[in-house]
């Protein structure tokens, strides 16, 4: 982590023990019950944390205003991804850094066919298992320069940056 940093969906604040200490963070949640459960971690945090309300399709911040974007299992749950990865890319400066760690869904037998038959059903409740978070990125506009598969084909980190102009 380096600069200013958005983190997406925030949650409870799991994460952020494991943030480095001294960063300038803003953490937002669609969720206030969320961000109130993640304000004491927030607060104990070494470094500083805003946390904020907000939806990733309607961001209040400035274009180019972070240096870096980090998600964490957000984007299977983002109604249309696309816009809210379009929404990411605007806050982001040019060449800006765009760290995720997502699920996703599987091109591999069995995984494939079970994700399959799971979707329309998870879709109901909230997380869409098949999503193609690496190609949404792209679609967003994003420049992709490395995704690796952390479990399977199903978990991956994706880096990418903003475009430079």
């Given at each position: 982590?380096?600069?200013?940093?958005?983190?997406?969906?925030?949650?409870?604040?799991?994460?952020?023990?494991?943030?480095?200490?001294?960063?300038?963070?803003?953490?937002?949640?669609?969720?206030?019950?969320?961000?109130?459960?993640?304000?004491?971690?927030?607060?104990?945090?070494?470094?500083?944390?805003?946390?904020?309300?907000?939806?990733?399709?309607?961001?209040?911040?400035?274009?180019a205003s972070f240096d870096q974007v980090f998600t964490s299992?957000?984007?299977?749950?983002?109604?249309?991804?696309?816009?809210?990865?379009?929404?990411?890319?605007?806050?982001?400066?040019?060449?800006?850094?765009?760290?995720?760690?997502?699920?996703?869904?599987?091109?591999?037998?069995?995984?494939?066919g079970m994700l399959d038959l799971m979707t329309p059903l998870?879709?109901?409740?909230?997380?869409?298992?098949?999503?193609?978070?690496p190609r949404n990125v792209e679609r967003a506009g994003f420049?992709?320069?490395?995704?690796?598969?952390?479990?399977?084909?199903?978990?991956?980190?994706?880096?990418?940056?903003?475009?430079?102009?």
């Amino acid at each position: 982590m380096k600069g200013r940093i958005l983190f997406l969906a925030t949650g409870t604040g799991l994460d952020i023990q494991f943030f480095p200490p001294g960063q300038d963070i803003v953490g937002i949640d669609i969720s206030p019950a969320m961000l109130a459960q993640a304000s004491d971690k927030a607060a104990s945090y070494d470094g500083t944390i805003t946390l904020e309300e907000m939806d990733v399709h309607d961001l209040r911040f400035e274009d180019a205003s972070f240096d870096q974007v980090f998600t964490s299992c957000t984007f299977c749950s983002v109604p249309d991804p696309i816009h809210g990865l379009e929404s990411l890319r605007r806050v982001l400066k040019p060449g800006g850094e765009l760290r995720m760690f997502e699920h996703t869904g599987s091109r591999l037998p069995p995984f494939k066919g079970m994700l399959d038959l799971m979707t329309p059903l998870s879709r109901k409740v909230g997380p869409d298992l098949n999503r193609n978070t690496p190609r949404n990125v792209e679609r967003a506009g994003f420049v992709v320069h490395q995704v690796c598969n952390v479990y399977l084909d199903v978990v991956k980190t994706i880096f990418a940056t903003a475009p430079s102009s």
